[in-house]
């Protein structure tokens, strides 16, 4: 079935640095990606959509200077956290929709970030 | 914003006990799909429901959704150990090609 990889799987980083989280489609073509962030025994809460070759759609309360979403290429997007606080340690997950007439979103595999 | 709200939060159940979760919208959903997320692992897609009043069933898990397209359910019979973890539904709204997922359902079976 249809793959999306994410990665890294979790990384530590230091406050004021930034992380690139990067997902990939590995057998299909994503022409957009989602992301979410999901704090520990909370649902996903959706952070933006990822448009191939267009500029990211933000949901609201969501800092598209803090997140910055990057998709230019139909099988890559990328999340970066710039200027990285504890607050922002979280599971970041993204999803791609595989096939609209089925439904469902496959998900990557989610990276666990730590600020410290 | 959109709400999906999801009940109830938690559910302990007996192995061999049925289990039902439910998921309501403020807003008339396009179609709703509905996820199961073991601990530590990632969103898995277990099912689709488009039309009103539909019906679905994989084995031991029935699916409904509502006649106004703004509730859902998700039933399980004589649940096992493998059952265990999140399940979560996830609505979309029509016309927006995103969707916002329910609070969750953390499913504990005990054997």
Same mark, same amino acid.
């Given at each position: ?12 980083? +230091?406050? *004021? ?20 962030? #999901? ?8 952070? %933006? ?5 267009? +500029? %990211?759609?933000?949901? #609201?309360?969501?800092?598209?200077? +803090? ?36 439904? *469902? ?12 | ?10 559910? !302990? ?28 692992? !990632? ?31 998700? !039933? ?36």
């Amino acid at each position: 079935g249809a793959v999306v990889s994410q990665h890294p799987s979790w990384v530590i980083c +230091k406050s *004021g640095t930034s992380v690139k989280i990067e997902c990939r489609s590995l057998d299909f073509q994503a022409t957009t990606m989602f992301w979410y962030r #999901q704090f520990p025994k909370q649902s996903l809460m959706l952070m %933006a959509t990822s448009n191939e070759g267009s +500029k %990211a759609t933000y949901e #609201q309360g969501v800092e598209k200077d +803090k997140f910055l979403i990057n998709h230019a290429s139909l099988t890559l997007s990328t999340l970066t956290v710039t200027s990285a606080h504890p607050e922002d340690s979280s599971f970041y997950i993204c999803s791609a929709e595989v096939d609209r007439s089925l439904g *469902g979103y496959t998900f990557g595999s989610g990276t666990r970030l730590t600020v410290v | 914003g959109q709400q999906v709200m999801q009940i109830p939060q938690y559910q !302990h159940v007996q192995e061999g006990e049925d289990f039902t979760t439910y998921c309501n919208s403020s807003t008339t959903l396009s179609n709703i799909q509905w996820y199961k997320q073991r601990p530590g692992g !990632h969103p898995v897609f277990l099912i689709q429901l488009v039309k009103s009043g539909e019906v679905k069933k994989q084995k031991r898990l029935t699916f409904q959704f509502g006649e106004a397209k703004k509730n859902s359910s998700l !039933h399980i019979t004589a649940t096992q150990t493998t059952d265990v973890g999140t399940y979560f539904c996830a609505g979309i709204r029509y016309n927006f090609n995103k969707f916002y997922f329910g609070s969750g359902t953390k499913l504990n079976v005990k054997p």
